[in-house]
């Protein structure tokens, strides 16, 4: 690692994971006036950002700032760290945080994640991992969610994020180095809501490339996003989410940009689904995470236990486990072929506000067992 030249005076941060959002992360905070050491596994990519201030495979085309820096050992890039920045494969978070515990024991760093995934095994969202792992003040904790394609960002196409903390504090202090001249970002303390934004707007633009590979239109794509805002919305409620948050940049937001944008990695897994390759073949192909694929299962599983239809959700999984022909996903947008079903634009009515109801019989339960309880933050 070369000494930084020209050393900025923000805070000092890691971002670990050097894939395409963790290297667009670590110039956004870069160009933010943050020192920056990027963590990559491979030594030689730690190599190309710390040398040639690229990033070849994964952000083509780019420069990067001269004051990034990156290291391949953790412990270097952990030293002296204010906030550690996570943007690795939601699958393999929780055995990167054992490598990363004991080199944070004695630092109280803010942590952050840029991941939108949930663990397939626990259904467990991001910082719910992080806090497990960690075993660290979930107020130390933030997310940062939006419409944030990363080549977009590396391109320095202006852009919005929201940061969410449960503790507003530590959202604003993240907020604070996580913007620039072309990002910008915004804070709320809903985490819940910010998380299952960026992990259900991913399972809806499967959807949206699975109906673009059969060839059909707009109708057909603006029908599945706005039906699709409604599963998220419900899912998210019933899960302790506000669902202002579904409305913002992390539900509403991201779910135009994925659905809309060929450089998603999920739309792009979904077209080839509906082109009529396998799971199998998809997963072959893509060379980028796709955090859909994995977090279909543990979805449907948590919208079982908290009552939620979800139909597009669970067309996906149909085409995924090559249970339903791609064609067919379209004339199933509602759950009831005889009955006509409600339309409703305020969440929570659409079963005569049961997820509504279920979501404040929860926040009940939590503040009768005095705080504690899956809805924390
Ligand atoms: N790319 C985007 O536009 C974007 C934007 C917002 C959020 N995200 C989220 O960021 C997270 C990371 O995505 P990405 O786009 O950077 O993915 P990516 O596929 O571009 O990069 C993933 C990185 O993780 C590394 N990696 C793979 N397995 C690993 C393991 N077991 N341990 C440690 N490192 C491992 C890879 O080598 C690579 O450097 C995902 O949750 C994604 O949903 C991505
Ligand atoms: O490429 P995707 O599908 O992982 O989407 C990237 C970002 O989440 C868009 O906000």
Known sequence: MTPKRGVPAGPRVAVIGAGSWGTTFGKILADGGAQVTMWARRAELAHEID?????????????????????????????????????????????NLKALRPLLADNDAKIVSLMKGVERTTGLRMSQV?????????????????????????????????????????????????????????????????????????????????????GYGENTKASIITRGLVEMTDF?????????TLQGLAGLGDLIATCQSPLSRNNTAGRLLGQGYSFQDVVKQMQQTAEGLASVAPVLQLARESEVDMPIVEQVKMVLDGKMNPRDIAPHLTTDDDTPQGERTNHGQADGGGALRRALQRAFDQFRNGGRGAGRD
Do not use: W
């Open 130 to 214: 992080i806090e497990q792992e960690l075993r660290c003040d979930p107020d130390r904790i933030a997310v940062a969610s939006g419409p944030n394609l990363a080549l977009e960002i590396a391109r320095e196409q202006p852009t919005a994020a929201v940061i969410s903390s449960r503790s507003r504090e530590t959202a604003e202090e993240v907020a604070r180095a996580a913007r620039n001249s072309y990002f910008r970002t915004f804070v709320n303390t809903d985490v819940i809501g910010t998380e299952f934004g960026g992990v259900l707007k991913n399972l809806i633009a499967v959807a949206i490339g699975i109906v673009d590979g059969v």
């Open 236 to 244: 998210a409620v019933a899960n302790g989410a506000h669902p202002e």
């Open 51 to 95: 040398e040639a201030k690229r990033n070849s495979r994964y952000l083509p085309g780019i420069n990067l700032p001269r004051t990034m820096a990156a290291t391949h050992e953790l412990a270097i890039a952990l030293q002296d760290v204010d906030q550690v920045y996570l943007s690795v494969p939601s699958q393999s978070l929780r055995e």
